[in-house]
């Protein structure tokens, strides 16, 4: 079956623009997690999803950054007036239930900030 | 505070040659330690788990808590093997899972 997939795969911002970056997981998985790798560092945890809810959204970054799941199913990350600290890697993972240890990675959004 | 460290950024050793990828985590409670690989245009994925203890693909790891560290290693190193390797924690049974900056391995033939 497909695993989790992201879009775009790559984009191209000006300093200031918003951008959605999306994620579909794999089918029937209730946890959803976003996390941010920028250059040279690790994965830096955003948000989780357990179902449409996040528990916890002390990840984000600043108020710039939101993220909202619909149907238990697709997730979109926001970033508003973007920075060219935003600059990254956003990857999004998904698991069968929360808490499962195993994550499934998508291949990533490469965002850069012009 | 709860911290992966991973401290080699780059590890280059020849085929056939041990090897031992470093990670020392700092964390008040009973973590859950993770090694994710990621080989050239692959996606990130689990390699292995502290909890069960199991040898993947040659690799073993093993948990020291009073040491905190969860090295990863294997006794001969392979061209395949040559990946970016991720540290990681969680709480057990959480869901936040903090990562370590990783560390490249190059495989030499």
């Known amino acids: 079956g497909a695993g989790v997939s992201q879009s775009p795969s790559n984009k191209v911002t000006e300093k200031g623009k918003d951008v959605e970056l999306r994620c579909d997981p794999i089918s029937g998985h209730t946890a959803l997690y976003w996390y941010r790798q920028s250059l040279g560092q690790g994965l830096e945890f955003l948000i989780y999803f357990q179902g449409n809810s996040a528990p916890d959204k002390s990840g984000l970054p600043s108020d710039r950054f939101s993220a909202e799941r619909t149907g238990g199913s697709v997730s979109t990350l926001t970033i508003q007036r973007t920075q060219q600290e935003d600059s990254a890697v956003y990857l999004c993972?998904?698991?069968?239930?929360?808490?499962?240890?195993?994550?499934?990675f998508g291949p990533g959004t490469r965002l850069t900030v012009t | 505070a709860q911290r992966v460290t991973q401290p080699e950024k780059l590890l280059s050793v020849f085929k056939g040659a041990p090897v031992e990828l470093k990670c020392n985590y700092s964390?008040?409670?009973?973590?859950?330690l993770f090694w994710y690989v990621q080989y050239s245009r692959q996606r990130l994925q689990l390699l292995l788990r502290?909890?069960s203890r199991e040898s993947i693909k040659g690799f073993t790891a093993d948990l020291n808590k009073g040491e905190t560290s969860f090295h990863l290693k294997k006794p001969f190193a392979q061209e395949e093997d040559s990946a970016m390797y991720y540290c990681?924690?969680?709480?057990?049974?959480?869901?936040?899972?903090?990562f370590g900056a990783g560390t490249r391995l190059f495989v030499k033939a």
């Open positions: 990681a924690l969680r709480r057990t049974g959480g869901f936040k899972t903090i």
């Open positions: 964390y008040s409670g009973s973590p859950e």
């Open positions: 993972a998904s698991s069968l239930q929360p808490g499962s240890y195993e994550q499934y």
């Open positions: 502290h909890i």
